[in-house]
């Protein structure tokens, strides 16, 4: 892996106080997203890292910010940090906290990416009123509004370019992983939403399975099976999500595919997790295998090497005279 800070240097961010201020993004990312931080660590390009840092930084504090208090309180935060953000961005104000610095700098490397801030804004008033689904329906809205706008501040750093006629499919390829994620995020995270009585399941399954949120948050032994039925059903989805993004990777450069496909295997760890634990996610969450992720990392960092050393061809196929990857 790239030390840090050539990493800021090979982005051309030279300034000391703003390399401490993307440091600080970093370190914010590593202790949330670890999987997520380590793949984009050692598969992206190292230009990209600060960039990727930044962006998903601003998603995580924009997450906590509206994810607590009631509506009113998590609307009027909103609305705050909308404003503190469009100064900085919008009118090139002073920044005064380091995510906003980063992202205020990162968007003027990335100018691309300012459309997809806007769009994440615009959707988190979506998260800022959640109180939970009661359809299907409502589920679909909340990825199209708020879930695949956050992926998106990261995506549009390596999204094809404009013109090419993958753009439709790399939005839609976005979609289908957001969607899986999702899901398998709400499962994982069932025990600790019930507890604040909101759950990311829509009502409407729940009744399908003769279950109440009362039964969740109690902890009710007597639940147990159809929970996990209602587990089954829900990982058969996101299975179904999953598998329509595997193109996704052919859509981007080169170098950009082995971190979407590490991505995309990091969350089939995730969803054969979840659907492990089964009804055992009423009391515990569930992660991807630490040994099967770091396989997954470290097949996809010798892919990734041998692609800039030109080892391999950009189709996947060994060069002639190349030596195969080893394991």
Same mark, same amino acid.
């Given at each position: 892996?790239?030390?840090?800070?050539?990493?800021?240097?090979?982005?051309?961010?030279?300034?000391?106080?703003?390399?401490?201020?993307?440091?600080?993004?970093?370190?914010?990312?590593?202790?949330?997203?670890?999987?997520?931080?380590?793949?984009?660590?050692?598969?992206?390009?190292?230009?990209?890292? $600060?960039?990727?840092?930044?962006?998903?930084?601003?998603?995580?504090?924009?997450?906590?910010?509206?994810?607590?208090?009631?509506?009113?309180?998590?609307?009027?935060?909103?609305?705050?940090?909308?404003?503190?953000?469009?100064?900085?961005?919008?009118?090139?104000?002073?920044?005064?906290?380091?995510?906003?610095?980063?992202?205020?700098?990162?968007?003027?490397?990335? $100018?691309?990416?300012?459309?997809?801030?806007?769009?994440?804004?615009?959707?988190?008033?979506?998260?800022?009123?959640?109180?939970?689904?009661?359809?299907?329906?409502?589920?679909?809205?909340?990825?199209?509004?708020?879930?695949? $706008?956050?992926?998106?501040?990261?995506?549009?750093?390596?999204?094809?370019?404009?013109?090419?006629?993958?753009?439709?499919?790399?939005?839609?390829?976005?979609?289908?992983?957001?969607?899986?994620?999702?899901?398998?995020?709400?499962?994982?995270?069932?025990?600790?939403?019930?507890?604040?009585?909101?759950?990311?399941?829509?009502?409407?399954?729940?009744?399908?399975?003769?279950?109440?949120?009362?039964?969740?948050?109690?902890?009710?032994?007597?639940?147990? $099976?159809?929970?996990?039925?209602?587990?089954?059903?829900?990982?058969?989805?996101?299975?179904?999500?999953?598998?329509?993004?595997?193109?996704?990777?052919?859509?981007?450069?080169?170098?950009?595919?082995?971190?979407?496909?590490?991505?995309?295997?990091?969350?089939?760890?995730?969803?054969?997790?979840?659907?492990?634990?089964?009804?055992?996610?009423?009391?515990?969450?569930?992660?991807?295998?630490?040994?099967?992720?770091?396989?997954?990392?470290?097949?996809?960092?010798?892919?990734?090497?041998?692609?800039?050393?030109?080892?391999?061809?950009?189709?996947?196929?060994?060069?002639?005279?190349?030596?195969?990857?080893?394991?």
């Amino acid at each position: 892996m790239i030390r840090w800070s050539a990493a800021l240097a090979k982005a051309g961010i030279t300034d000391p106080r703003l390399r401490r201020t993307y440091d600080a993004q970093r370190r914010l990312v590593r202790r949330f997203a670890l999987h997520e931080y380590v793949a984009a660590r050692l598969l992206l390009p190292a230009h990209l890292h $600060p960039a990727v840092a930044a962006a998903v930084a601003y998603m995580h504090v924009t997450d906590e910010l509206i994810d607590t208090g009631d509506v009113s309180s998590r609307q009027a935060a909103l609305a705050s940090w909308d404003a503190e953000t469009m100064a900085a961005l919008e009118r090139g104000g002073a920044a005064e906290r380091g995510t906003l610095q980063a992202l205020q700098d990162t968007v003027r490397r990335h $100018p691309q990416m300012a459309a997809r801030v806007r769009a994440f804004l615009d959707g988190a008033q979506v998260e800022a009123t959640w109180t939970g689904f009661a359809t299907e329906a409502d589920f679909q809205r909340y990825v199209d509004h708020y879930s695949l $706008p956050a992926l998106m501040l990261t995506a549009s750093l390596i999204a094809p370019a404009p013109g090419g006629g993958a753009e439709e499919p790399f939005i839609r390829g976005c979609r289908a992983l957001i969607e899986g994620w999702q899901r398998c995020d709400f499962l994982a995270d069932l025990a600790d939403d019930a507890g604040k009585g909101r759950i990311g399941i829509p009502q409407e399954e729940l009744v399908r399975h003769e279950l109440k949120l009362e039964d969740l948050q109690s902890k009710a032994v007597t639940c147990v $099976p159809a929970l996990g039925r209602l587990v089954r059903a829900q990982t058969e989805l996101a299975e179904a999500a999953l598998a329509e993004c595997q193109r996704l990777p052919t859509l981007v450069a080169p170098e950009h595919r082995p971190f979407l496909d590490a991505l995309i295997a990091v969350q089939e760890l995730r969803l054969d997790a979840v659907r492990r634990a089964g009804a055992g996610l009423l009391r515990r969450g569930a992660g991807p295998a630490r040994l099967a992720s770091l396989r997954v990392l470290t097949r996809q960092h010798r892919r990734a090497r041998q692609l800039r050393r030109g080892l391999i061809r950009f189709d996947g196929h060994q060069r002639s005279g190349a030596s195969a990857p080893e394991g």
